[in-house]
């Protein structure tokens, strides 16, 4: 079964401290990536996704992720956080296959926290 | 303006009370989705419709019935229900044709807690 796997549950880190945040998936075909984001409270908010071309995709708030096809990996980066990063991570993917209809596959999440 | 609306945004009831959570998404989209994320955050899919007619029910209990009267709105319904189904409930849509590429828009959720 397809699964998205992310690799670290809770990450602690300084403000204007580097973030990445792992993602790896099993399925082999061709897919959609994306990186939602959770802030306390809120709905799941879009951070950047890659469909094709370019694997090295920006997002918004200084994010930036990128493909990795031989090891099947979305690896989301910040090179600054802020305090309003403090969120959960979610690493989503789409199978473009006919029976898929658009649904995502979610990762575990990772819980980020910035202090000040 | 909100592209994708949930009422309500919380719900508590009692066990074994029939509820309703109900999805709205002014974004033209012609699939729209229910998610459900647990107590530990983990989010699943739980139903799709796409032009009005169910494409995805992933094993979810019958107590729960999904009804899409149109295009923009997707309504759950949960019959009788149990304490394990305190979760929040997302719905979400997209342009969900089968190999088009495009993201999907959450709502803000319905916490439902059950008592």
């Known amino acids: 079964a397809q699964s998205v796997s992310q690799h670290n549950h809770h990450v602690i880190l300084s403000e204007a401290a580097s973030l990445e945040l792992g993602c790896n998936y099993s399925y082999g075909g061709t897919v959609n990536l994306f990186w939602y984001v959770q802030y306390p409270g809120q709905h799941l908010q879009l951070l950047l996704k890659y469909f094709s071309g370019d694997p090295l995709v920006k997002g918004i708030k200084g994010f930036e992720a990128e493909f990795i096809k031989s090891k099947f990996s979305f690896n989301l980066r910040k090179p600054s956080v802020q305090w309003s990063d403090t969120a959960e991570y979610f690493c989503?993917?789409?199978?473009?296959?006919?029976?898929?209809?658009?649904?995502?596959?979610f990762g575990a999440g990772t819980q980020v926290v910035v202090t000040p | 303006d909100t592209a994708v609306s949930q009422t309500p945004k919380y719900l508590v009831t009692q066990m074994g009370n029939d509820k309703s959570i109900k999805c709205e998404q002014n974004l033209g989209h012609d699939t729209m989705y229910w998610y459900k994320q647990d107590s530990k955050k983990f989010l699943k899919i739980m139903f799709s419709?796409?032009?009005?007619?169910?494409?995805i029910n992933e094993t979810v209990p019958n107590r729960f019935s999904p009804k899409s009267p149109d295009k923009a709105h997707l309504n759950l319904h949960i019959n009788s229900l149990e304490l394990g189904d305190s979760a929040v409930y997302f719905c979400a849509s997209s342009q969900g044709g089968r190999r088009i590429k495009a993201e999907a828009f959450f709502g803000q959720g319905t916490r439902l807690t059950v008592v």
């Open positions: 989503a993917v789409r199978r473009m296959t006919t029976d898929s209809w658009g649904k995502l596959q």
């Open positions: 419709y796409n032009n009005k007619e169910l494409i």
